[in-house]
């Protein structure tokens, strides 16, 4: 039908005409209620923004020298983060000539391993990146 007779029939249903597929020849054009239309499809759109999960990604750092009891700190905020459905960065950072020991952070990324196994698994083992070895941890899938 012509575009003069589409619209003669949208006007004469008080409703709109909207182009559909605008790059086809002829144009396909739909007659529907356009506001209402836009809302119900901002609804949807809103709708799955809500089921959705963020998941963001929390980094712990620490220095190759650390201490059993800051050890403890990091491994206990660790698995907090992994239970509230938090990604983990964990990087050891080498100050001045300790990087010339890099199996020092290998050695505590292996504890820090352990200690978070209960929470997480790891997702990208430990890798040297500069003056620190990083490995990431993501918690377990809920059954």
Sequence with gaps: ??????????????????????QATPPVCRIMDYGKFCFE????????????KVVSIKEIRMFSTIDTHDFETKVN??????????????SVRFRKRAIAHPELGNELLDRFKEAV?????????????????????????NK
């Design 1 to 22: 039908m012509s575009a003069k007779d589409a619209q003669k029939a949208a006007f004469e249903q008080e409703l709109d005409l909207v182009k559909i597929a605008p």
């Design 117 to 141: 196994s209960s929470a997480g698994t790891v997702d990208k083992p430990a890798k040297m990146e500069g003056r620190s070895i990083v490995m990431f941890v993501s918690p377990k899938a």
């Design 77 to 90: 905020q660790a698995v907090k983060f992994l239970q509230g459905g938090d990604k983990l960065k964990v």
């Design 41 to 52: 499809q901002a609804k949807r759109e809103k709708e799955a923004r809500k089921n959705q």
